[in-house]
């Protein structure tokens, strides 16, 4: 099969592709860093020939206004998606995130409504109303992924914060459902091979999340760090990241942090998709990771 990829230099891209030429399908690759944009007309002339089309690309900088995020994550995609449309794409697959639905109280499902809070949520929200609006021209599938969990930059400052013994913020009771990133690439190649996912949105998280505190405990006991976690009200670390604007600890980090995330996947599970990691395997395989990294 011939698969158009956007995002393909990302760290969901990088696995998808390697999965996918596993498979021995052939793929296109559409990444910003290999000189592809999805607001360049000549570009997007890539998805001629594409059987499904793959969107992962996306700007995710909040200190841009919503109005350049908008230009990427939904201009973008609707352009995307145009192309698709004219050259004929028999299966476009959205990858977008369970933050759309923002703060919740009580487990989440598709159903769900949209409640954004950041300018990304928000962006993406409207790339999501965007795809669905195309329905009708081609199949397509939106995959809300939980919060990723991987060897990637924002878990490094995570590990790095837990090995120095960092306090936590908040109290760590909230729900903290995640996606180990290899689970989540597996969750898309099932939406590309099953007919049923078609013109459907489906929530991708691990099967059962712990509390943050718990999160935190398992970080430090891969990196064996005995310290007792020591916890810090929410207000303090507002204050903290205002006045050291330079530190990794940020607004959007405490945001991240301290949200409930919890989750239905009984949707997809339903048509046969489970994950394989639990959060103990997906933090092990993390840290170890990231610690060869650092050594090679």
Not at 101 to 113: F, N, R, S
Not at 240 to 257: G, M, P, Q
Request: proline share 2%; with cysteine.
């Amino acid at each position: 099969m011939k698969i158009l990829v956007t995002g393909s230099e990302g760290f969901i891209g990088k696995e998808l592709v390697k999965e996918l030429r596993k498979q021995r399908n052939q793929v296109v690759e559409f990444d910003l860093t290999r000189g592809q944009n999805l607001l360049n007309k000549k570009d997007l002339e890539l998805v001629k020939g594409a059987e499904v089309v793959i969107h992962l690309a996306a700007s995710l900088n909040e200190k841009k206004s919503l109005e350049e995020l908008n230009k990427v994550n939904v201009k973008g995609t609707e352009k995307l998606l145009e192309k698709c449309v004219e050259f004929k794409v028999k299966k476009f697959i959205y990858l977008s995130t369970a933050g759309v639905m923002g703060e919740i109280t009580t487990q989440a499902t598709e159903l769900t409504p949209f409640n954004p809070k950041t300018k990304y949520e928000k962006s993406k929200a409207e790339a999501e109303k965007k795809v669905n609006e195309f329905q009708e021209l081609l199949p397509v599938t939106i995959i809300r992924s939980a919060l990723v969990l991987g060897p990637n930059k924002y878990w490094k400052e995570i590990v790095k914060l837990a090995k120095e013994g960092f306090p936590l913020i908040g109290t760590g009771k909230n729900s903290f459902q995640m996606v180990y990133y290899k689970d989540l690439v597996s969750a898309i190649i099932f939406c590309l091979k099953s007919k049923e996912t078609e013109n459907e949105t489906f929530i991708i998280a691990e099967e059962k999340g712990k509390k943050l505190i718990d999160v935190y405990f398992l970080i430090q006991r891969e990196l064996k760090v005995k310290k007792k976690i020591k916890l810090v009200p929410v207000f303090v670390a507002r204050l903290y990241a205002f006045f050291k604007r330079d530190s990794i600890v940020r607004k959007e980090h405490i945001l991240r942090l301290i949200r409930e995330r919890n989750y239905s996947t009984e949707k997809i599970r339903k048509l046969g998709w489970k994950p394989i990691y639990t959060t103990e395997k997906g933090i092990k395989e993390t840290v170890k990771e990231l610690q060869a990294q650092e050594q090679g």
